[in-house]
């Protein structure tokens, strides 16, 4: 049975701390901590032994079954239960969030609360960050029997990252990023992956890339964004870099960037033959991307077949509490699931939103009660699924959804609308 978490505050976190903050007891038959004992997936072997890297790389992802459309790594946002919340909708496999390699090997406080995973948590790869390989050997094993991949981050752009000396600014010094990864393929059970940003130039990219294979990378996902390149909505994500480190590398290569929508994942695999799809922002917004719901954002308002898949962004939150009941977290996580969840809804009733900002203290009792006051209040925002029904007529479901999609973006984005003979029209405010 799950134990259901106290209540308590988190302090403002600053950027020179990764530690999580007190959390609840783990519910000691659904979760487990990094001190209990690990279940077995069985191992690999050595990863720079026996026959080739490449054979084992493929092997090992094949027995995985192939994932195609993954929960990217996201610091305080891809913990276990938004991570069970996103395979419930068509995630096949899942990133934890970033762990600091050093903290990790350090402090029992800090892996007990910031890393859990859970029996179906699987595939799943475990990143850390690091500057030093025999720190992130000593994390690294502690992981190895709970997951599929360790993964070290080499993509982070943040000013902590910077500051910390990990992520993408160990871009400069490739020795090092080296040697990182050769420790970890001689001495762990499980393979090896990478996550990189791209570099300007394509050719210093595939040069990267192909030392990361041969150090021993079993797996390379590539965010198509370079280093300064941190704002995903005013940056489009090089596609063309990662189907040529794609074409470059033998072993399995994912991609990172530009995913809005199912389309925009199956047009990715399609222009860079990329062998997995990652999602983050969007996953935070909809964590049933997968499973093929659009928010209203991404409806056009001429796109035909589109129509109110019975789902919204408050149901999704409450399977998330629901899951957090289960798995408990810091509220810290909690907090900001809800705010990316229901931002749209906050947009409409913008009092619920300051509301829940002068919480100091969460409780799962407030939480579901915020949500049925938004739905008293007359608040849904559906997500929107493609109509795969017969019997309804193609363009009764066009004016239908046009006149819809106009509705609610005008009411999220500040539009006044006006009809002439049934038909809608989008006046921009002044």
């Given at each position: 049975m799950a134990l259901t978490p106290t209540t308590h505050s988190d302090p403002p976190l600053n950027d020179d701390s990764l530690c999580s903050l007190p959390q609840q007891n783990q519910d000691e038959q659904s979760s487990s901590s990094l001190q209990e004992t690990p279940f077995s997936m069985g191992s690999p072997g050595k990863y720079l032994s026996g026959v080739s890297r490449v054979e084992m790389a493929w092997a090992h992802w094949t027995k995985l079954g192939r994932p195609k459309f993954i929960v990217a790594p996201m610091v305080d946002n891809s913990e276990l239960p938004f991570r069970m919340l996103c395979r419930k909708y068509g995630a096949e496999a899942a990133y934890t969030p970033m762990l600091h390699s050093r903290i990790f090997s350090e402090n029992p406080k800090y892996r007990s609360e910031e890393f859990t995973t859970c029996n179906e948590d699987r595939p799943l790869f475990?990143?850390?960050?690091?500057?030093?390989?025999?720190?992130?050997?000593?994390?690294?094993?502690?992981?190895?029997?709970?997951?599929?991949?360790?993964?070290?981050?080499?993509?982070?752009?943040?000013?902590?990252?910077?500051?910390?000396?990990?992520?993408?600014?160990?871009m400069d010094n490739l020795p090092l990023v080296k040697s990182l990864v050769e420790k970890l393929a001689s001495n762990l059970n499980v393979p090896v992956s990478c996550k990189i940003r791209v570099f300007p130039k394509l050719e210093d990219t595939l040069k990267y890339a192909k030392m990361l294979e041969d150090a021993g990378c079993s797996l390379l996902a590539v965010h198509g964004r370079t280093r300064d390149e941190k704002d995903g909505k005013k940056f489009r994500a090089d596609w063309n870099a990662i189907k040529a480190v794609k074409n470059e590398l033998r072993i399995p290569v994912l991609a990172n960037g530009n995913v809005r929508h199912m389309d925009d994942v199956q047009n990715c695999l399609e222009e860079t033959g990329a062998d997995g799809v990652l999602s983050a922002e969007t996953l935070l917004e909809n964590p049933a991307l997968f499973a093929g719901f659009r928010t209203v954002d991404w409806v056009s308002d001429n796109e035909n077949g589109y129509v109110d898949g019975k789902l919204d962004q408050a149901d999704l939150v409450v399977e998330y509490l629901k899951l957090c009941e289960k798995y408990p977290v810091p509220w810290r996580m909690i907090r900001s699931h809800v705010h990316k969840l229901l931002g749209n809804w906050f947009r409409l009733q913008p009092q619920v939103r300051e509301d829940l900002n002068a919480q100091s203290k969460l409780t799962f009792e407030f939480l579901y009660s915020l949500v049925d006051r938004l739905r008293e209040l007359g608040v849904r925002v559906p997500l929107h699924q493609k109509d795969t029904s017969t019997a309804r007529d193609s363009a009764e479901v066009s004016c239908i959804e046009f006149g819809t999609n106009l509705v609610w973006k005008a009411l999220l984005f500040g539009r006044t609308l006006k009809t002439v003979d049934s038909i809608w029209y989008c006046i921009p405010e002044i």
């Open positions: 475990v990143q850390f960050c690091a500057n030093d390989p025999d720190t992130l050997l000593e994390a690294a094993r502690r992981v190895e029997s709970y997951c599929d991949y360790v993964d070290i981050n080499l993509g982070c752009p943040q000013r902590i990252a910077r500051r910390g000396y990990y992520g993408a600014f160990l």
